[in-house]
């Protein structure tokens, strides 16, 4: 299995609320088998981060605008951002420790190494603050980055993230089958004899997704930037897991999709583009006394 074939056979639980299911996720995948994006020699490099090779591909000019993937994916997986943020910004767009094309041999894998890797990605591309859009996992690498590394986000939005990786953050269902997933992977995994290198990825993929990631809540109100935080009203995120998030950020905006699972970004995709560039260009607003009345 590639490992963009391992974020495919996801995409039914992403976007499991939409009645055109079917319809989108096959216009989705035939864009991510032909966009470029991902493979684009001219736009790519590789960085020496943190003891790995990261790959990273950059569209557009203006202010750094930094988007982080989630657990199995990779760059093609804004497919549908770059095209519009690159118009305005400089969109910085990698591959995570372990994913894509980055290079990573080790057996570790955790939701702080890969915010350590982009904040030292940042710094050699000599950048010395971004806006920071996360989906899923790269939600959660983007609170990490903002409380680990404050300094490198100017803005944060995250869609579909979580603080742990129980039944009070993820849907029931959803969260017993990726239990039992691990589990039977894991026995599959120790009998097999010839082990191969993407054996090995996808273990850690499967590790990070049942066993992370273990954020206190009240962590969050060190995060001193504007975030805001999204989800979709039948994500595979519980929406009041998302509220729980929102709820502990300072400086934080709620935006809760109707009729959308975990692909907010995609179902959504001219709504989402056109509020996170507004987020991003305004100056956030905090309501508070009476002036929540009106």
Known sequence: MKPILFFLAMLPALFSAQTNVSKLKKEYIKLLET???GNNAKAGQYYDVNGIKMYCET?????PLLLIH????????FSKQIPFFSKHYKVIVADSRAHGKSVDKGNALTYEMMADDYAQLLQKMKIDSAYVIGWSDGGINGLLLSMRHPEMVKKLIVTGANLRPDSTAVQADVFKRVSANYAKFKEQFAAKKDKTDLDYKVLKYKRLLS??????PKALQGIKVPVLVIG???DVIKPEHTLEIFRNIPQANLWILPNSGHSTLVVYTDEFNAKADTFFKTKFRSIKDRDREF
């Open 35 to 37: 966009s470029g994006y």
């Open 59 to 63: 569209y557009g000019e203006g202010q």
């Open 70 to 77: 989630g657990n199995g994916g990779s760059i093609v997986d």
């Open 211 to 216: 066993e992370q990631p273990n954020i206190n």
């Open 232 to 234: 979709g009203d039948y």
